[in-house]
């Protein structure tokens, strides 16, 4: 399991199932906004297996990953902490 989702089951209190999920939807919302140029970079950063071409949009705008996962963790009820 990456530190990512990791990250989600200790501060949002999610399973290891919706957290994986979570994740997977994160990155993939990253990495349709990242130019094809990056987005190997990126992958290598986060720890995924995403390459160039193969994310897709998961949900609409951005603020980096820090308010990407602050808001998924505060729609689910979880501590922003």
């Known amino acids: 399991m990456s530190e990512i989702a990791n990250l989600l089951q200790q501060r949002a ?12 939807i994160v990155v993939e919302h990253i ?4 130019p094809p140029q990056f987005q190997g970079m990126l992958s290598s950063v986060l720890g995924t297996g995403v390459g160039p071409g193969e994310a897709t949009s998961a949900a609409e705008g951005s603020g980096g990953l820090g308010s990407v996962l602050g808001s998924v963790t505060g729609m689910l009820g979880g501590s922003k902490t």
């Open 13 to 24: 209190g999610l399973s290891p199932e919706k957290a994986q999920q979570v994740e997977q």
């Open 31 to 34: 990495m349709a906004r990242v």
